[in-house]
C-alpha cells in the first residue's frame, strides 16, 4: 500500500511593482546564464516577491532579491 503525502504549497504574490517585477526576472535570467542551465517552467514567487524560483536542468534555480535594508531580514 502505498500512502501520498498531500503537497503543500506557499504562495506568494509576485512584486506589486513592475519595476521590480522586471528586475527579479532580469537577476534569475543572469544567474541562469551563469550557471549554464535554462530555466523553464512557472515562476515561482516567494517571501514578499523577494525570491523567485523555477525549474532549471534538473534542480530548481531560486534567487533572492531586495534591497539593502530589507536583505537582512526581520531584525
Known amino acids: 500500500m502505498t500512502l501520498e503525502r498531500p503537497v503543500r504549497e506557499a504562495v506568494f504574490a ?3 511593482e ?3 517585477r522586471d528586475r527579479i ?8 546564464r551563469q ?5 523553464s517552467g512557472p ?3 516567494g517571501w514578499q516577491g523577494r525570491t523567485l524560483g523555477r525549474r532549471a ?3 530548481r534555480l ?6 539593502v535594508d530589507v536583505a537582512g ?3
Open 18 to 20: 513592475r519595476g521590480d
Open 25 to 32: 526576472r532580469r537577476a534569475q535570467t543572469a544567474a541562469a
Open 62 to 67: 531560486r534567487i533572492v532579491s531586495a534591497e
Open 35 to 39: 550557471f549554464q542551465v535554462t530555466a
Open 73 to 75: 531580514g526581520p531584525p
Open 14 to 16: 509576485a512584486p506589486a
Open 57 to 59: 536542468a534538473n534542480c
Open 43 to 45: 515562476q515561482v514567487s
